[in-house]
């Protein structure tokens, strides 16, 4: 994992069918160490819940993970339920596990997540790739920061 001098703040949980905490607990610590924060809301997180903690406490990006199979069914109510508020529709949100019996490899159900909204989709295992992404994401965002915190124009004394 690469480690990022601008840590972003996550949002991690599971779809709202899916029970299970390992793979969360390990996303978090996946991202911790890379310098993020990380709030894991858990398993079985309704898309209503998800909603109301993005305007709560504004993450930098939202990763929603799946062991039970059904990662496209939840992940895209979750997305559609997000891109409907207006403050939310640049949030980054990435999908990943198992998306369904073909993963990210079935191109309907990958262009059915992109077309709602979702960001990225990562198949279960690909770590190196998601790890590159939040890299690249975290790096943007520094860009960001530092061009939005940066003076602009003006005279010198």
């Not at 978090?28 to 858990?42: F, I, M």
């Not at 960001?119 to 994401?137: K, R």
């Amino acid at each position: 994992m690469v480690h990022s001098q601008h840590g972003l703040h996550v949002l991690v949980c599971g779809g709202a069918s899916d029970a299970h905490t390992w793979n969360l607990v390990c996303l978090q610590l996946l991202l911790e160490e890379a310098g993020h924060r990380v709030t894991n809301l858990g398993p079985c997180v309704p898309e209503e819940l998800l909603a109301r903690e993005c305007l709560t406490r504004h993450p930098d990006a939202v990763v929603i993970g799946s062991v039970n199979g059904h990662g496209y069914q939840d992940g895209l109510r979750a997305v559609r339920r997000l891109r409907r508020e207006p403050s939310l529709t640049a949030l980054p949100v990435v999908l990943g596990g198992k998306l369904g019996v073909a993963g990210v490899r079935d191109a309907t159900a990958a262009d059915a997540l992109r077309a709602a909204g979702c960001t990225a989709l990562f198949d279960d295992g690909d770590l190196d790739a998601f790890d590159a992404w939040f890299g690249d994401l975290a790096g943007r965002s520094a860009r960001t920061r530092a061009t939005v915190g940066a003076p602009t124009g003006g005279t010198r004394a």
